[in-house]
């Protein structure tokens, strides 16, 4: 019975030992001892009132409660995209996706409810093929069927027909102001807003054709810089 009871004090000291190292707090033996009956009295004294330990529960609960209504309010972020930006940003996105090694374009459509109807990017059609077709922009013979113009789809006009709903009144975000050729399937479409980032073709007279037939359909132009 002396040496179970020897054993049974011998695990309690261990598992306080054990404890007290797993803090970490002290440094040579003298320390172990002294706390190790420091806790002792310290756990007796729980044991035997628990009404207090109840009592300093309840009041680190209302200290915390009292620490977090004292809280200053966070705010949000004031450095976030604006619509225009975000929508602009899907269509240069989408411009990654085109092969063309010279120029990369996306078009990003938009309804009035901020919801995005409609996603595209400049290449060739469906089926043919991008490695058989040519990219040149100049063709050394002089023949424009050599060269990529006549073979490539705008990214106006996929994004038109990548629609998932009608565009009667939505607006589209652009890199590259449309051609004269993608202005009549925009006014076609709908369409009655345009945000561009880049007009430098202005003097081309496919972009002058564009712009004349855009201002008669009421088509508004808002440049992106």
Not at 161 to 182: E, G
Request: aromatic share 12%; with cysteine.
């Amino acid at each position: 019975m002396v040496i179970g009871l020897a054993c049974l004090s011998g695990f309690f000291v261990y598992e306080k030992i054990v404890r007290i190292k797993q803090y970490t707090f002290f440094k040579n033996w003298n320390s172990i001892c002294k706390n190790l009956f420091t806790m002792t009295i310290f756990e007796n004294n729980i044991r035997t009132n628990s009404t207090c330990c109840s009592c300093n529960k309840s009041d680190m609960k209302l200290s915390l409660t009292t620490q977090q209504k004292t809280e200053l309010k966070v705010s949000k972020r004031k450095d976030y995209l604006s619509w225009d930006e975000y929508f602009m940003a899907v269509a240069k996105l989408s411009s990654y996706r085109s092969k063309d090694p010279n120029t990369q374009v996306g078009a990003c459509i938009v309804n009035s409810d901020k919801k995005i109807v409609g996603i595209g990017y400049n290449g060739f059609p469906w089926g043919c093929s991008d490695d058989l077709l040519p990219w040149n922009r100049i063709s050394s013979t002089g023949n424009e069927n050599d060269t990529k113009y006549p073979y490539v789809c705008h990214a106006e006009m996929n994004a038109i027909l990548n629609r998932n709903t009608d565009l009667k009144n939505c607006t589209m975000y652009v890199l590259l102001f449309p051609c004269n050729d993608c202005a009549k399937l925009i006014i076609q479409a709908g369409i009655t807003k345009i945000y561009y980032l880049s007009d430098k073709y202005a003097n081309d007279k496919k972009f002058i054709a564009s712009k004349r037939l855009l201002a008669m359909a009421g088509v508004e132009l808002v440049p992106r810089r």
